[in-house]
């Protein structure tokens, strides 16, 4: 499928109908030619429904920007009507009575939503393995897994089966995928989008971000769905929310980029810090000036963010008891026994492994030590960027230490899973904002992730930077799998 | 050996506002269950708190009329533990920065304070109906009503200075009466607006360490607290009396039995995990805040008891029961400030006698003061009687307006003295045989002739000049 303003133009010119796009687009979702797993349902009648009512709309020339352009959503994002299981048991069967912000804003501005992506149970992951639905596969390689825990929404945006979706990032869940996935993916600044709907994990943490093949894909999404919320007491006034609107090509002139030193040594992969290099030449090509710093905090964030994320987990998590909704495992004596059980039975390892350790550093006698002390090392962090942000206007590094690994590698290591993540992590413990785009592939032919991170909104300069650099670095080896010749008609 | 009682209460008092603290959900008693809900106040996945800004506006003001310091930044903390009436697994209160600190309950009759360690905010849990037996155990089936989940409270908190049960009931009594006064919280007992918890240990006279306290929850009458305070000193006295030891508890007070029953043992006291909640930021409440508030918010009851009793000289009575009253109390006041002429004395006396009888017969609950004013001024200026007035009260607390009413009495009193005259001696040519028992010393029969002045005045004859013309009349032929 072409991106959204090639797929929206079409729809307006009436060289197709909106219904016949969404159906175009739910037969590729659900033939899954890759067999890669990323879309648990399809939404057919939400999604037929919509597309209706929107051709209805541009027959009378009343439709919004972007009516008919389909798009999916991850498993952690409430639509009415809908089913949301964040791909875990405890939700099975549960259908949402109302819709996130950030979707009903993506609707209005004509998007249609035709179905779940796969993810890591409630979030928690870094390849897409811990689903109760089974692993995604990455479009470049099936072996491979597309990272996580949005793997999914990378994988089908990677697939080319839409052009756009949603995905949520806590630690590195929309970044590290998408580097995985050779799609762009962003986080936006911690505010910019509201978390109304969206099934808690961390919630200082968490932020929803699109996913695209294209910077500009994402710029549009971003715009339709973010701006202050009443219903999300985190979420901020937007000075610039004009986030599709492209500022210049002048973008790099003059800009100041910081490259981590930690960030580049011997634990990254050689092939991975070498197409940093190539793009940090570009940069000083484009007229701005990159210099190295020193990040000394890097592993103490790691350790901070594993310490403050399960803590609001196993809070947040609590209310899975199974009294109100979900599963509830019948087979039990008192209401202690049937709690237990439920979530026994309702949540996979990896999201007990951190309720326990968040329940840990939240207990009487280890509080002090481990929860107020990682707060205090997050502010620590926090002034560490305030600092750099006075020196730099952009940072850079790669978004992981590795490409994609092999299915199975890491997934009963989780201190290597976790360690995967150390370039995007610290971003979300200071709420800035960052994205990753594709900027080569690796000797084994998989995509390499390149980490922009701007100041506290300063979303669009971040954008700005981004388009540019994609346009010079002209990332054109894209998709080499093939999609099957009848689902080009779009 | 001679014990003493140390008691600390924590009052928890629903606050006043149409919403619920962290969701739009109607507070509204008695609906059916399940229907004062809304994704926020179910835990619905997703789902996220926002502040009620009333509630805050009510919890400075209570902290206000306890002469609290108002805390310019607190924080919601959620505290985690797992009951079927708690949705979410976690309540969010207050705990390390809650909204008020300190204050004081001022007990006059005992010449005591009793001073407050802090007030915080915090949402109610919902509510279990259980099949089969009175609490979870046993009960074949329970059933969880989320309405009251999420409804704001504060809880106040007093220092452990309480000395006696009548002290406690004392102080429970004063705290609710200021809250209702105020209208932080209607205090309606009954349907659980205003509970509250006693903390009650002894120790032997002469000791400062305190002994250990067992905790009598969830106590909803003025009668039950000092009842079940009662009970629990007298019962710890007597374990320590006879050589064993209090244990650390949660009591339940069984009003029929007058005891109380011990819930679950606190020796491994619940460890909340306390923790600042992420989907809030800290509660900054500014100086103009609290200004705004206390232009907006009422008098002090102990200031408007001096005024009504010092200031306007209005018997103990009346007072008693426009303190209890707040719609009357504001219809006695709005009253007075238009009919300034009129003694409040007066308009007092209506209001606290018909109009309140009238009122409740009606079940309503106050009329326009402007109307009232307007039946006062004529009656202090005799255009209208008494009975005038006692009978047009039902109309008025219909809603009917001072001018249609005076309408219905025409030109109203009449006090003309040639007119008068004029009726009573058409009266007295009438009846000259009552005339005559009244001059055989027969006063009471002139209420006969009275009557026959009414009726041909068709009820405008002012009565008590009409009564002394007759008696004079009678004299003097």
């Known amino acids: 499928m072409g991106n959204i303003l090639g797929v929206a133009k079409k729809i307006a010119n009436k060289d197709c109908s909106c219904e016949q796009v969404v159906r175009h687009a739910l037969a590729n979702v659900t033939t899954d030619a890759l067999g890669l797993n990323a879309v648990v349902e399809t939404f057919d009648d939400i999604a037929l429904e919509t597309a209706k009512k929107w051709d209805q709309h541009i027959a009378n020339g009343t439709a919004p920007a972007y009516a008919g352009v389909p798009f999916l959503i991850k498993d952690n994002m409430c639509l009415e009507g809908a089913h949301v299981t964040c791909c875990s048991a405890i939700l099975t069967g549960y259908k949402s009575p109302y819709t996130s912000t950030a979707i009903s804003r993506a609707m209005d501005a004509g998007f249609i939503p035709i179905g779940r992506t796969n993810m890591d149970e409630f979030a928690m992951g870094s390849s897409n393995e811990h689903s109760v639905y089974g692993p995604v596969s990455n479009p470049w390689n099936t072996d491979y897994v597309p990272g996580g825990s949005s793997g999914g929404s990378a994988a089908a945006v990677a697939a080319g089966m839409v052009p756009v979706t949603l995905g949520s990032d806590t630690g590195g869940s929309i970044r590290q995928p998408a580097a995985y996935c050779g799609v762009v993916g962003m986080k936006p600044t911690y505010g910019t989008v509201s978390r109304y709907g969206l099934v808690a994990f961390a919630s200082s943490l968490d932020q929803i971000g699109p996913f695209g093949q294209s910077v500009d894909d994402v710029a549009i999404m971003l715009e339709a769905i973010c701006g202050q919320d009443p219903n999300d007491a985190t979420s901020e006034k937007l000075a610039v929310n004009a986030f599709s609107q492209h500022v210049s090509m002048d973008a790099l002139s003059g800009k100041r980029i910081g490259v981590a030193n930690q960030l580049m040594s011997d634990y990254v992969d050689a092939d991975i810090r070498s197409a940093v290099e190539v793009v940090m030449k570009k940069m000083v090509d484009l007229g701005a000036t990159v210099d190295f710093y020193d990040f000394p905090y890097i592993e103490e964030a790691l350790a901070t963010y594993y310490i403050l994320a399960p803590a609001e987990a196993s809070s947040n998590l609590s209310r899975f008891d199974g009294v109100r909704y979900g599963m509830r495992h019948m087979n039990a004596d008192s209401l202690g026994d049937m709690i237990k059980k439920t979530r026994q039975h309702g949540f996979g390892d990896e999201v007990k492994r951190r309720i326990i350790l968040g329940t840990y550093v939240l207990s009487s006698g280890y509080y002090d030590a481990y929860y107020a002390k990682a707060q205090s090392v997050r502010a620590v962090v926090t002034e560490a960027y305030a600092k750099l942000f006075r020196e730099f206007d952009v940072l850079c590094s790669p978004t992981a230490p590795s490409t994609a690994f092999l299915k199975g590698r890491h997934v009963d290591d989780p201190m290597t899973m976790y360690l995967s993540d150390i370039a995007t992590i610290p971003v979300n413990l200071a709420g800035l904002p960052a994205l990753s785009m594709p900027c080569s592939l690796s000797s084994q032919g998989l995509p390499i992730g390149l980490q922009l991170t701007g100041a506290w909104f300063k979303d669009h300069d971040l954008l700005n930077v981004a388009t540019v650099l994609e346009d010079v670095l002209g990332f054109t080896q894209r998709y080499p799998f093939s999609v099957p010749e009848e689902n080009h008609a779009i | ?477």
Not at chain 2, 67 to 92: E, M, T
Not at chain 2, 171 to 187: A, N, P, Q, W
Not at chain 2, 404 to 422: C, K, P, R
Request: charged residues 25%.
């Open chain 2, 1 to 477: 050996m001679q014990f003493e009682p140390v008691i600390g209460l924590e009052i928890h008092a629903q606050l006043n506002t149409k919403s619920k603290l962290f969701c739009s959900a109607s507070t509204e008693f008695g609906a059916n269950p399940n229907t004062h809900v809304t994704p926020v106040s179910l835990a619905l996945p997703g789902a996220l708190p926002v502040l009620n800004k009333r509630a805050v506006e009510l919890a400075v003001m209570a902290g206000l009329a306890f002469g609290c310091d108002i805390q310019s930044r607190s924080v919601f903390a959620r505290k985690n533990y797992v009951y079927p009436d708690l949705p979410k697994g976690y309540q969010i209160s207050q705990f390390e920065h809650p909204i008020c600190l300190g204050g004081a309950v001022v007990l006059a009759e005992l010449n005591k304070t009793i001073d407050i360690t802090r007030i915080h905010m915090e949402e109610d849990a919902g509510k279990l109906v259980h099949q089969g037996a009175n609490g979870i155990s046993g009960a074949h089936a329970s059933y969880v009503d989320l309405n009251r989940a999420g409804v704001p409270l504060i809880e106040i908190v007093s220092e452990p200075q309480i000395q006696s049960p009548k002290e406690a009931r004392l102080y429970m009594e004063r705290v609710h009466h200021i809250l209702k006064f105020m209208g932080v919280c209607d205090g309606d007992l009954e349907k659980g607006s205003f509970r509250c918890d006693a903390n009650i240990s002894v120790r032997p006279v002469g000791q400062s360490a305190f002994g250990t306290r067992t905790e009598v929850k969830n106590l909803n009458s003025f009668r039950s607290i000092e009842q079940s305070v009662q009970y629990e000193i007298d019962r710890q006295i007597s374990v320590i009396s006879s050589g064993g030891t209090i244990i650390q508890q949660t009591m339940h007070f069984d009003e029929e039995r007058g005891e109380t029953i011990a819930l679950r043992s606190k020796e491994n006291a619940h460890d909340y995990r306390y923790f600042p909640d992420p989907d809030l930021k800290p509660l900054i409440v500014t100086e103009d805040d609290i200004a705004s508030v206390r232009l907006a918010m009422r008098e002090h009851p102990d200031q408007v008891l001096n005024r009504l009793t010092t200031d306007r000289q209005l018997p103990s009575h009346d007072v008693k029961v426009l303190m209890q009253d707040v719609p009357l109390l504001d219809l006695f006041e709005s009253t007075c400030a238009i009919a300034k002429h009129v003694s409040p004395k007066m308009i007092s006396k209506w209001i606290v006698g018909e109009l309140n009888a009238e009122l409740k017969l009606a079940k309503k609950t106050t009329v326009k003061a402007h109307d009232l004013a307007q039946i006062m001024q004529a009656l202090a200026a005799k255009k209208l009687s008494s009975k005038m007035v006692k009978d047009c009260l039902p109309k008025l607390v219909q809603g009917v307006s001072y001018d249609i009413l005076s309408d219905m009495f025409g030109d109203g009193q009449v006090s003309d003295m040639d007119q008068l005259h004029g009726w009573v001696d058409a009266v007295m040519d009438e009846h000259p045989d009552v005339v005559k028992k009244i001059q055989g010393g027969k006063v009471a029969s002139a209420n006969f002739l009275m009557g026959q002045v009414m009726k041909m005045s068709q009820g405008r004859a002012n009565p008590d000049a009409v009564r002394r013309i007759i008696l004079d009349a009678c004299a003097r032929a």
